[in-house]
């Protein structure tokens, strides 16, 4: 029986008074499902976006901002701006002698001596001896690619640069133990150094990271160092696009694409919902949403979905909002994903970076200045 047209009229209009995502009637039955649910989940999160840390704030708001380009994000994008730059403020301020950058980082290396899971007790570890990664890797640099990505840089940029250049991030991208307690973190980094015009160590990170990893040879693996290993490779597909700002090649990661294809009942059986997320997306990125496999992490990541509480638990039931915000963000562009778009930036929306915060300045304005 073909629907009331007049009953379809009303309840599009309705959609679209109230603000809700209207489902184009054309979309086949499934994706409608997964539209639905991707946007209960995104339901859940924007009543109460405002009450997350502002890093929290800045991880969904930049996602989203690069999937939809709606201007409701504008002021999370500018407040994930103002928060990264005081972070660095801080840096420039308080930790830029060998002393004070040790000193910082053992502080961030004894979180780690305290826990007692099998993570925390790797990346203790694997870092005790080189402490200064937390500060180097896992923050200034961060920060830095984080500006870049904006088109900004500090004020005090070669300062900064300078210190980052006292750090040996090929003996760390390439150690075996560093990528058993850290593989995402060490992909992203790869891919940051060579994105703020530093390093290009992404073929040495990918080498030391199949070798650690063999091919063949994950039944030696606990549950814990599959997902590590997991991370690592969706997290080379992630920086290779910007973070959903590019579609990658396929054929530039040809057997993380086979592996995935490969293993992805498995994958879906012993890991996390944010893995079984990543999966999928790296698919999308490399524009396969054909693929039997984005298929399939759209069915588990739905069917994990609590339809009361609107968002997707923790594997052990715990719906704690803010911890759960990075495997939701993840399911929402899962489920209703749009294509990868630049941005933004002081290049792509000068406008909406009109102002900026005391700290930094335009790369635009500089290479200007420059001309």
Known sequence: MKPNKGFVALIVS???????????????????????????????????????????QGHFGLRMYRQTQDAKYNNVVLGDLANVTNRVNRLVAEVTTPTAIREYSLRRLND??????????????????????????????????????YGVQHHDDKKLRKILNSYDFKAAL?????????????????????????????????????????????????????????????????????????????????????????????IILHTKEDVIAEVGLSFLLAGLEDDPVVQKARTAIRQSIDKEKGMIPSVSGDFDFAYGEHRNVLA????????????????????????????????REITRSKG
């Open 14 to 56: 309705v959609f679209a008074l109230t603000g809700a995502s209207v489902i184009d009637l054309d979309t086949p039955p499934i994706q409608q499902q997964f539209q639905a649910s991707a946007n209960a989940v995104k339901e859940t999160y924007e009543s109460r976006l405002f009450t997350l840390s502002p890093y929290k």
């Open 112 to 149: 780690y001596k305290k826990g007692k899971d099998e993570r925390s007790q790797r990346r203790y570890k694997a870092t005790k001896n080189d402490p200064e990664y937390f500060y180097m890797g896992l923050d200034l640099l961060r920060y830095m690619a984080r500006l870049n990505e």
């Open 174 to 266: 390439t150690d075996e133990g560093m990528i058993t307690a850290w593989a995402a973190q060490l992909a992203n980094q790869a891919y940051w150094l060579k994105q703020i015009g530093e390093q290009d160590l992404v073929d040495e990170f990918v080498t030391a990271f199949r070798k650690t990893y063999p091919d063949g040879e994950d039944y030696r693996l606990s549950p814990q160092q599959f997902g590590n290993k997991l991370y690592g490779m969706t997290h080379i597909i992630l920086a290779d696009s910007g973070y959903y700002q590019r579609q990658v090649n396929e054929a530039e990661h040809q057997w993380i694409f086979d592996y995935f294809r490969k293993n992805i009942d498995d």
């Open 332 to 363: 929402i562009m899962l489920l209703d994903w749009q294509a990868p778009k630049e941005g933004p930036s002081t290049t792509t929306t000068p406008k909406l970076f009109a102002k900026l915060p005391y700290g930094v300045e335009s790369k």
